[in-house]
């Protein structure tokens, strides 16, 4: 390790000497240049009222591995990712909405392509679709959205757009990517544009075996992607991808365990628990120039998959029908100097489940493998259909003048809940739980200077109960949690960005947001420690500051900074009465002043970028969390004591990475040879935990991972 660390200082402190001869294309952010669409309007930059980071191929070019999303977002302030199991199942929250999720997104809108993740109820199961190695552009709006997206909304918004075609006929690329923990990638791809029609094709094989016992896991991923320009006014891009994706899950630990953090808790191997997702989706969207001053765009896409999960109570399994469409009409008139842009929209989403669940049996001597061998009984625990339907209506508004720009948008969504259960007769069969919400945005940006570009806003989030939380009933293995309401938000922001002097961006926000029946987590006595069941735990506050900042130190060494301060607490638990009873529920309830969960007050991420010839360049990271709360201490809840002191605390980490990359060119053909090391100090750490007193709360993280790839294109 000594020897890896004086190699990397040797190449800084030659780069350094020699480095200010070298020109290079410095890829920056034009704010006057850069148009984003997260907002459901081209917008500049500059312009936008809000909090708006873009990440481009300056970041997603030196990604280790390029199957995970926090190696693709590690650079955007307030979001947060966990990765659960060294492959692509994460957690993500922004501003602490969808924190305690148990699997999946919650609260976060997003788009792969123009074509939306989410289900009717605002979750979106994974993000096992996106290829990171065929990304372009990342746009992620952060803070309520409710008032553009609805009930995918209430954190903020991912924007996800895959490279297009190129301007040669014909073009490609492979990829070979290998590393710890018998992790390997194989990428391929053809690309290219003729005539009308501009064409991508990739397909990707992954696999790992985990740094910790039964974490194996494996995926393909196809995607293709053909736009059709068809004349000036009309083009239309078709998409179709497929995913297979299979993981172990080892579970987590608790504090007796940690001695072996590589264990997997004792259930996981014997039940041979596991999840496994089979995914299609075509999409097609479109728009179409009527003229200069106004256009139409429009989206329809049909997904089916079948899902499975096995714990150590039962094994469920899901078949998913998914189709979505929508269309938005956009008006652009000028009057003098005022610009006006008017924008009417809709989107509708369905879905039906069709779920069953089979009571789990052990199979202590079962041979470890990376298969879907599983154990089940003929006990039928749950049968049942879920249909879901939701109806998005909006109006978008937005006024420039001079340096001045105002937008504001409303949003009423409609969501439809019915459940089916099989197993009962037919007149107590069906359960609905249906809700429904007006949204609200209104912000409001100038710009005083290329330094400054001001922005303030007010923005409402909406987060009804989502598919999981709903089917999750502590009550029986089937139906509804009818004890569930949703959540509503409030968020005032202001913030400012711009460039001091030609070297130096930086991006600011500050907010404030409160939250009516915010959700916690908890486990129900004889239903395992594998189950994680909801409920609302009352009000909750959020303050936060958001910071990124860019440095050309030298004309080829670049510093990244992204810096986030939060501040979560829960201030009113009114939780209803059935969550509170003892002998129904393990983990005790949140308490007013109680911490969110996961959610450390300090997180940042630096990188430095060094140039070290044309072809040649290192890169340094750190990675710093400051400690965080995990759960509370039955005793705060039901004695009444101070839950800011008797509140579990995970200590906090500080990672090192780098890495090493040569590119090349030679007769037509390009290429890229890499190497990279992550925490290759070799730091002892909790990646993340989850508020399960009772349960298997700790997840621990992985030590020195090396990784190399070798990448030709031509």
Same mark, same amino acid.
């Given at each position: 390790?000594?020897?890896?660390?004086?190699?990397?200082?040797?190449?800084?402190?030659?780069?350094?000497?020699?480095?200010?001869?070298?020109?290079?294309?410095?890829?920056?952010?034009?704010?006057?240049?850069?148009?984003?669409?997260?907002?459901?309007?081209?917008?500049?930059?500059?312009?936008?009222?809000?909090?708006?980071?873009?990440?481009?191929?300056?970041?997603?070019?030196?990604?280790?591995?390029?199957?995970?999303?926090?190696?693709?977002?590690?650079?955007?302030?307030?979001?947060?990712?966990?990765?659960?199991?060294?492959?692509?199942?994460?957690?993500?929250?922004?501003?602490?909405?969808?924190?305690?999720?148990?699997?999946?997104?919650?609260?976060?809108?997003?788009?792969?392509?123009?074509?939306?993740?989410?289900?009717?109820?605002?979750?979106?199961?994974?993000?096992?679709?996106?290829?990171?190695?065929?990304?372009?552009?990342?746009?992620?709006?952060?803070?309520?959205?409710?008032?553009?997206?609805?009930?995918?909304?209430?954190?903020?918004?991912?924007?996800?757009?895959?490279?297009?075609?190129?301007?040669?006929?014909?073009?490609?690329?492979?990829?070979?990517?290998?590393?710890?923990?018998?992790?390997?990638?194989?990428?391929?791809?053809?690309?290219?544009?003729?005539?009308?029609?501009?064409?991508?094709?990739?397909?990707?094989?992954?696999?790992?075996?985990?740094?910790?016992?039964?974490?194996?896991?494996?995926?393909?991923?196809?995607?293709?992607?053909?736009?059709?320009?068809?004349?000036?006014?009309?083009?239309?891009?078709?998409?179709?991808?497929?995913?297979?994706?299979?993981?172990?899950?080892? !579970?987590?630990?608790?504090? #007796?365990?940690?001695?072996?953090?590589?264990?997997?808790?004792?259930?996981?191997?014997?039940?041979? !628990?596991?999840?496994?997702?089979?995914?299609?989706?075509?999409?097609?969207?479109?728009?179409?120039?009527? #003229? !200069?001053?106004?256009?139409?765009?429009?989206?329809?896409?049909?997904?089916?998959?079948?899902?499975?999960?096995?714990?150590? $109570?039962?094994?469920?399994?899901?078949?998913?029908?998914?189709?979505?469409?929508?269309?938005?009409?956009?008006?652009?008139?000028?009057?003098?100097?005022?610009?006006?842009?008017?924008?009417?929209?809709?989107?509708?989403?369905?879905?039906?489940?069709?779920?069953? $669940?089979?009571?789990?049996?052990?199979?202590?001597?079962?041979?470890?493998?990376?298969?879907?061998?599983?154990?089940?009984?003929?006990?039928?625990?749950?049968?049942?259909?879920?249909?879901?339907?939701?109806?998005?209506?909006?109006?978008?508004?937005?006024?420039?003048?001079?340096?001045?720009?105002?937008?504001?948008?409303?949003?009423?969504?409609?969501?439809?809940?019915?459940?089916?259960?099989?197993?009962?007769?037919?007149?107590?069969?069906?359960?609905?739980?249906?809700?429904?919400?007006?949204?609200?945005?209104?912000?409001?940006?100038?710009?005083?200077?290329?330094?400054?570009?001001?922005?303030?806003?007010?923005?409402?989030?909406?987060?009804?109960?989502?598919?999981?939380?709903?089917?999750?009933?502590?009550?029986?293995?089937?139906?509804?949690?009818?004890?569930?309401?949703?959540?509503?938000?409030?968020?005032?922001?202001?913030?400012?960005?711009?460039?001091?002097?030609?070297?130096?961006?930086?991006?600011?926000?500050?907010?404030?947001?409160?939250?009516?029946?915010?959700?916690?987590?908890?486990?129900? #006595?004889?239903?395992?420690?594998?189950?994680?069941?909801?409920?609302?735990?009352?009000? #909750?506050?959020?303050?936060?500051? !958001?910071?990124?900042?860019?440095?050309?130190?030298?004309?080829?060494?670049?510093?990244?900074?992204?810096?986030?301060?939060?501040?979560?607490?829960?201030?009113?638990?009114?939780?209803?009465?059935?969550?509170?009873?003892?002998?129904?529920?393990?983990?005790?309830?949140?308490?007013?002043?109680?911490?969110?969960?996961?959610?450390?007050?300090?997180?940042?991420?630096?990188?430095?970028?060094?140039?070290?010839? $044309?072809?040649?360049?290192?890169?340094?990271?750190?990675?710093?969390?400051?400690?965080?709360?995990?759960?509370?201490?039955?005793?705060?809840?039901?004695?009444?004591?101070?839950?800011?002191?008797?509140?579990?605390?995970?200590?906090?980490?500080?990672?090192?990475?780098?890495?090493?990359?040569?590119?090349?060119?030679?007769?037509?053909?390009?290429?890229?040879?890499?190497?990279?090391?992550?925490?290759?100090?070799?730091?002892?750490?909790?990646?993340?935990?989850?508020?399960?007193?009772?349960?298997?709360?700790?997840?621990?993280?992985?030590?020195?991972?090396?990784?190399?790839?070798?990448?030709?294109?031509?």
């Amino acid at each position: 390790m000594k020897k890896i660390i004086y190699l990397i200082t040797l190449l800084l402190i030659g780069g350094l000497l020699y480095g200010q001869k070298i020109e290079r294309d410095t890829i920056k952010v034009k704010l006057d240049t850069v148009v984003v669409s997260v907002s459901r309007i081209p917008i500049i930059l500059k312009s936008a009222p809000g909090a708006v980071s873009l990440v481009t191929s300056r970041t997603l070019s030196v990604m280790p591995k390029t199957i995970g999303a926090e190696e693709a977002l590690r650079l955007v302030p307030g979001v947060r990712i966990d990765n659960q199991h060294n492959g692509e199942r994460v957690h993500i929250s922004i501003r602490g909405q969808g924190i305690l999720t148990e699997r999946g997104i919650r609260g976060v809108a997003v788009l792969l392509d123009g074509i939306p993740l989410n289900d009717p109820s605002g979750f979106a199961p994974d993000l096992y679709d996106i290829d990171w190695e065929t990304v372009k552009t990342i746009e992620v709006f952060r803070g309520p959205a409710a008032g553009l997206y609805g009930s995918g909304g209430a954190a903020g918004v991912l924007n996800v757009a895959t490279k297009n075609g190129g301007y040669n006929p014909i073009a490609g690329a492979f990829k070979q990517g290998i590393g710890s923990n018998g992790f390997y990638k194989t990428f391929a791809q053809l690309n290219g544009s003729q005539n009308i029609v501009d064409y991508r094709v990739s397909f990707s094989r992954e696999g790992g075996d985990g740094y910790r016992d039964h974490q194996a896991f494996w995926s393909n991923k196809l995607y293709e992607k053909l736009i059709f320009r068809f004349s000036e006014k009309l083009s239309i891009t078709q998409i179709l991808s497929h995913t297979d994706y299979f993981h172990q899950n080892p !579970e987590g630990l608790n504090l #007796s365990q940690l001695d072996n953090p590589t264990q997997a808790n004792p259930d996981a191997r014997p039940f041979n !628990e596991y999840q496994k997702t089979n995914r299609t989706t075509f999409g097609i969207t479109g728009v179409y120039k009527f #003229s !200069e001053k106004h256009n139409l765009n429009a989206y329809a896409f049909y997904r089916t998959w079948n899902y499975k999960e096995t714990s150590n $109570k039962y094994a469920e399994y899901r078949d998913y029908t998914d189709p979505g469409a929508g269309a938005q009409y956009n008006l652009n008139l000028q009057s003098g100097e005022l610009k006006h842009h008017f924008s009417l929209g809709a989107d509708f989403k369905w879905q039906e489940i069709n779920m069953h $669940k089979l009571q789990s049996a052990p199979n202590p001597e079962r041979v470890e493998s990376i298969d879907e061998t599983n154990i089940e009984t003929d006990s039928l625990l749950a049968n049942q259909i879920i249909s879901q339907r939701s109806a998005g209506l909006f109006a978008i508004y937005k006024l420039e003048f001079g340096k001045l720009n105002i937008v504001g948008n409303v949003r009423y969504d409609d969501i439809k809940n019915e459940l089916t259960d099989k197993m009962m007769w037919i007149d107590t069969a069906k359960t609905d739980m249906n809700f429904s919400q007006t949204s609200f945005r209104f912000g409001a940006s100038y710009n005083f200077s290329d330094a400054v570009n001001a922005f303030v806003n007010y923005s409402q989030g909406f987060m009804p109960p989502s598919t999981e939380e709903l089917s999750a009933n502590p009550a029986a293995y089937s139906g509804f949690n009818t004890h569930l309401v949703s959540a509503t938000s409030d968020c005032y922001e202001i913030g400012s960005r711009g460039y001091l002097g030609k070297s130096v961006y930086y991006d600011v926000a500050a907010f404030s947001m409160k939250t009516e029946n915010d959700f916690f987590r908890f486990k129900q #006595s004889g239903r395992g420690n594998q189950e994680v069941f909801y409920g609302n735990a009352g009000n #909750s506050r959020r303050y936060g500051i !958001e910071t990124y900042l860019s440095i050309d130190i030298l004309s080829s060494l670049n510093l990244q900074i992204a810096y986030t301060y939060s501040d979560f607490r829960y201030t009113s638990a009114q939780i209803d009465p059935v969550y509170t009873d003892t002998n129904y529920v393990l983990t005790s309830p949140p308490k007013d002043g109680q911490y969110l969960p996961n959610s450390p007050k300090h997180q940042l991420y630096a990188e430095l970028k060094y140039e070290v010839t $044309k072809n040649f360049n290192v890169t340094l990271g750190t990675e710093y969390q400051s400690e965080w709360a995990i759960y509370t201490d039955p005793k705060a809840y039901y004695e009444e004591l101070d839950p800011a002191i008797f509140q579990n605390w995970q200590k906090g980490f500080n990672l090192f990475n780098a890495r090493v990359a040569y590119n090349w060119e030679y007769n037509g053909l390009n290429g890229e040879v890499s190497l990279s090391a992550r925490n290759f100090t070799g730091e002892t750490y909790m990646a993340f935990t989850e508020p399960d007193p009772d349960g298997n709360s700790y997840q621990p993280g992985p030590k020195q991972e090396y990784f190399g790839s070798i990448r030709i294109g031509f």
